[in-house]
């Protein structure tokens, strides 16, 4: 997996609660494989229907770091949704919170879902809106948000997640170092369920 | 002796393999559900040239991506493509395999407890955010994405951190034409639609026990729009007579292990939960949603609420947002709504119990909005054309189809087209869920009935039962 340490790039906000994965990228286009790449589908009917969308903005040209809302990510489980936002070159979402698997999904592809208190994601995303082509700095090292107002954030992140992308841990290669607990625990299991 | 614990946390201390980087848990995974989606796990796993470690703890079937019609050769390259896929992948990695034209095919999650499959405090997953559902035989289940479906056919394990737990209690009795469906829109109208983000949740209280299996998986099938992976109830005898000589569940001496195992499981009465909701039941009445997330329930007597309350400035751009996606005005009244077509189905509502509530009000009268009816799994399709509901769809203009997720998600083609207004059994009301420029309003089996032969959003309770009785048969 790729690993994630530092990222200084610009920054783009999206002023919306609950963004679904369905809208991240519509059901439809999940069928392809995931080698045709799935960049270009990112928000595609959101942005079919708004000229001002903010990610085809050419002040936001380049950005690398979403800011959104509460709850972004929502719903289907789809990792599409992150290759999406991968392919078209975002690694770090920040927001006040996501949806579970979403940020599961984020970690696995290399990319971090960072949380914010909503007041502090709403003031990024107000300065975002009035400076825009504004860079971030995150930092996952000392788990900090800077900002280019001189403002830091320091988030939390799960350990482990911090550790595998940190060191861009392929985590089935982790796992299998575990097979001896694994077999143990099958025999464990076998006696206390034999019918499972 | 273990201190008080809740129904979670006795499964997950079940389950844990070892600790490991941060202190994160390696789970182990009992039962693993895949489906015709779950072609990109498949060929990472391929290219990393890595074995499935544990075949016989999975099971697959096409759902996703099958045809509801015509499945004797199935015209669409894209969608024959899809169930050959799976046929492939299982073939090759030795997973059992319930194909298209088998008897116990079905979507995964109506599939998994009808088998017995899904059993009380054993680990579920599937690549699909309603395995939820599960929770409600007292399974930990829950969806995960493609990288985590690799890693458990890898390893039958999954890296996990322990979640938060919030107890949903609803107590009281349910009236008359108000179902599980409007209990779950009700509960995610009050906590919001990320009120369980980072919780399972348990549902209790008096009337989530008096509820039927069937009825508790549509409770916990829509946990996930709450935010939460899992939502889960405790297995009482309801549950046991459900499990009773399933296929894939425990027979003779084993029965009664089982039985020990599972009477063990339910929260002890002091445990503690990081959080509570509490709803009454004998207030409820007939939910429909009226935006585009499903928090957006509202009793079917209400109004389209006013965005211009909503303090949080996305908050307020979103619900302007979906009043428009929507085509509606603040104050609109719910009931009344026209409707351009209907569909009753998907893994929240599907089931045998589900077509009857729909076939009671459907009865005698005639559909006037196109109205696709698609049973869960062929062993309800089957169940319902020996009790003649088939023909009871049929005589009042139901379209009757084979079983899969269908219009819940399009992804077979069964579309709703844009601008449409589509009243809906399914779970998810988002922007293009349903098909591009799609308008779900999301309810339950019996108020969809009442809108397919009314046209509009109809209050169920006005409508009465079936002209011809409550008797089919």
């Excluded at chain 2, 990109?40 to 075949?55: I, N």
Aim: charged letters at 25%; proline letters at 6%.
């Amino acid at each position: 997996m790729e690993a994630f340490t530092t990222l200084t790039a610009r920054a783009v906000p999206l002023d919306l609660v609950n963004v679904d994965t369905d809208r991240i990228i519509p059901a439809r286009f999940l069928r392809r494989p995931r080698s045709e790449g799935y960049g270009q589908f990112l928000f595609h009917d959101l942005r079919e229907g708004d000229a001002a969308f903010p990610l085809d903005r050419p002040e936001y040209a380049g950005a690398k770091v979403l800011v959104a809302a509460e709850n972004f990510g929502c719903g289907s489980s789809r990792e599409g949704a992150v290759w999406a936002l991968k392919g078209a070159g975002f690694r770090a979402w920040i927001a006040p919170s996501f949806g579970d698997i979403f940020s599961e999904n984020s970690a696995k592809n290399g990319a971090l879902a960072i949380v914010l208190p909503r007041d502090r994601v709403a003031a990024i995303r107000d300065q975002l809106h009035a400076s825009p082509g504004l860079e971030l700095t995150i930092d996952l090292l000392t788990q900090t948000v800077q900002l280019p107002d001189g403002n830091t954030d320091r988030f939390e992140v799960d350990p482990f997640r911090k550790e595998c992308l940190l060191a861009g841990i392929d985590e089935i290669g982790l796992t299998l170092r575990y097979e001896d607990a694994i077999r143990e625990y099958e025999q464990r299991r076998a006696a206390q369920a034999p019918w499972l | 002796m273990f201190p008080s614990r809740t129904l979670y946390e006795k499964v997950w201390d079940d389950h844990v393999v070892a600790t490991g980087p941060g202190g994160r848990t390696l789970l182990y995974v009992d039962r693993h559900l895949l489906h015709d989606g779950s072609f990109h796990a498949f060929e990472s796993l391929k290219q990393a040239g890595r074995a499935v470690r544990r075949p016989g703890a999975a099971f697959a079937t096409p759902d996703h991506y099958a045809p509801t019609l015509g499945r004797d050769r199935i015209e669409n390259p894209e969608l024959r493509d899809k169930v050959e896929t799976l046929e492939a992948n299982a073939a090759r990695t030795h997973i059992r395999l319930f194909p298209l034209q088998d008897e116990r095919q079905g979507i995964v999650h109506v599939i998994g407890p009808e088998l017995g499959i899904t059993q009380p405090g054993v680990t579920l997953v599937c690549g699909d955010s309603h395995t939820s559902t599960h929770g409600a035989l007292g399974a930990l289940a829950f969806g995960i994405g493609a990288s985590e479906v690799a890693h458990v056919l890898a390893t039958q394990t999954i890296w996990q951190a322990r979640s938060k737990t919030l107890h949903v209690v609803v107590d009281g009795r349910l009236p008359e034409g108000v179902h599980a469906k409007d209990i779950i829109l009700a509960v995610i109208a009050k906590i919001g639609a990320f009120g369980g983000t980072g919780h399972t949740i348990e549902f209790a209280g008096s009337a989530i026990r008096s509820l039927t299996m069937e009825a508790r998986m549509t409770v916990c099938n829509m946990a996930i729009e709450a935010g939460a992976r899992s939502g889960l109830i405790a297995p009482d005898e309801t549950t046991y007579q459900y499990l009773s000589d399933r296929p894939f569940g425990p027979k003779g001496a084993d029965w009664d292990r089982a039985l020990a195992l599972w009477r063990s499981l339910p929260s002890d009465p002091d445990a503690r939960f990081d959080r509570e909701a509490r709803i009454d039941a004998s207030a409820l009445e007939p939910m429909a949603t009226w935006g585009t997330s499903p928090e957006d329930g509202v009793p079917v007597t209400g109004v389209v609420p006013d965005p211009a309350h909503e303090s949080d400035a996305a908050r307020r751009a979103s619900k302007e947002q979906a009043l428009r996606y929507m085509g509606l005005r603040p104050g609109q009244s719910i009931e009344g709504l026209p409707i351009d077509q209907v569909f009753i189905g998907s893994c929240t509502n599907s089931r045998i119990e589900d077509l009857r509530v729909a076939a009671r009000v459907v009865r005698g009268r005639r559909a006037v909005v196109p109205a696709l009816v698609v049973p869960g799994s062929t062993q309800v399709k089957r169940a319902a054309e020996a009790e003649g509901l088939d023909r009871v769809f049929r005589e009042a203009g139901l379209e009757w189809r084979d079983a899969g997720c269908s219009m819940c998600v399009g992804m077979n083609g069964d579309l709703v087209a844009a601008g449409r207004r589509c009243a809906s059994t399914s779970n998810r009301n988002f922007e293009g869920r349903q098909g591009k420029g799609a308008r779900t309003h999301l309810m339950s089996p019996a108020m969809a009935a009442a809108a397919a032969v009314t046209g509009r959003i109809t209050d169920v309770r006005k409508l009465g039962g079936s002209p011809l009785g409550d008797r089919i048969q």
